[in-house]
Nanobody, 119 residues
Framework: QVQLVESGGGLVQAGGSLRLSCAAS????????MGWYRQAPGKQRELVAT???????NYADSVKGRFAISRDNAKHTVYLQMNSLKPEDTAVYYC?????????????WGQGTQVTVSS
């Protein structure tokens, strides 16, 4: 069974930075896409950023120029560097991986990590 474990959330003042990490463990043959999503109270979960195994990335307009996604394929790990944080970035951030394991191609989610940005 594959697991995604996130770390790096916390409380930060507006304008500050945080770095999130998410490591996938288990028997994994290939991870096609890894990404980050977030869900604020009372809102739907939304895409933040994704990165392919070739390094191609995609960002939500609201975070372009402030956040940077990267991955270490050898470690099955994805990172999200968040700079110039705003109070509206406050949310639970979820890691996602679209990968190929013993069960075939499947979609996995982490348990979520809280990011709180104070004004």
């Amino acid at each position: 069974q594959v697991q995604l474990v996130e770390s790096g959330g916390g409380l930060v003042q507006a304008g500050g930075s945080l770095r999130l990490s998410c490591a996938a463990s288990g028997i994994i043959f290939r991870i096609d896409v890894m990404g980050w999503y977030r869900q604020a109270p009372g809102k739907q979960r939304e895409l933040v950023a994704t990165v392919t195994n070739g390094g191609g990335s995609n960002y939500a307009d609201s975070v372009k120029g402030r956040f940077a996604i990267s991955r270490d394929n050898a470690k099955h790990t994805v990172y999200l560097q968040m700079n110039s944080l705003k109070p509206e970035d406050t949310a639970v951030y979820y890691c996602n991986a679209f990968l190929y394991d013993l069960g075939g191609v499947r979609d996995y989610w982490g348990q979520g990590t809280q990011v709180t940005v104070s004004s």
